[in-house]
């Protein structure tokens, strides 16, 4: 298990990225959410549906739950509503260590049938070559969701679009979940505006 200092660390990470999604619109005050693994704990944000709740990006690491595998509460207050997605995640995939989950503008509206015409630049063909896959729409914080996610994430998927919802990435580190969370919005935009491009 990491050392209480790296749990410091972790926990102002988390926090400077709530900060950092909020900016850029992958959040708003109350949704998304993120948890990285702590060797048999992992730090998640709280649930936003407890009267004394910060707004997301005004959360400090001490705000932040820690819970165990089995999703019993370490230290903190109410874990986030969708944790039993990332529960299930980090119980089936050993590699991944953050679970980044967004509510963007432009990704909650592709399709499972725009999979085939998402717009990948250069970078993400050739280099990066995400797994990208989608989910049909289910109820948020249901275990529905979870297992459908989860079936994804056993497939070896990297980014997983939630029809009329968001996008969960994962990886072994937060930056790189991070990273697939920004790069889904920016391939959801670019894909939605060569939609519109072909039609003029």
């Known amino acids: 298990m990491q050392s209480s200092v790296d ?4 926990g102002k990470q988390i926090c400077d990225a709530l900060k950092m999604m909020y900016l850029k619109g992958l959040i708003t005050p109350l949704t998304g959410n993120i ?3 702590l060797g048999n704990t992992i730090l998640m944000t709280p649930s936003s549906f407890v009267p004394t709740i910060r707004l ?3 959360l400090n690491p001490e705000d932040l739950v820690e819970v165990d595998l089995n999703g019993n509460v ?8 969708e944790l039993p997605m990332h529960l299930a995640i980090y119980n089936v995939c050993s ?11 432009y990704s909650p509206l592709l399709k499972s049938s725009d999979l085939d015409d998402l717009f990948l630049d250069t970078e993400l063909k050739y280099i990066l070559k ?3 896959c989608f989910v049909k729409e289910l109820i948020p914080r249901t275990h529905d969701l979870a297992n459908a996610v989860v079936e994804k994430v056993r497939e070896g998927c990297e980014i997983i679009h ?10 072994d580190t937060l930056g790189m979940a991070l990273e697939l969370a920004e790069l ?3 391939i959801a935009e670019r894909t939605v505006l060569q939609k519109l491009l072909s039609k003029i």
């Open 7 to 10: 749990k410091t660390k972790v």
């Open 35 to 37: 948890s990285v693994r």
């Open 56 to 58: 997301k990006y005004e």
């Open 74 to 81: 370490v230290s903190g207050g109410k874990p986030t509503t």
């Open 95 to 105: 590699k991944c260590n953050a679970v980044v989950h967004i509510h963007g503008v």
């Open 130 to 132: 995400p797994r990208i």
């Open 162 to 171: 939630l029809e009329r919802h968001g996008v969960v990435t994962v990886s």
């Open 184 to 186: 889904a919005e920016v």
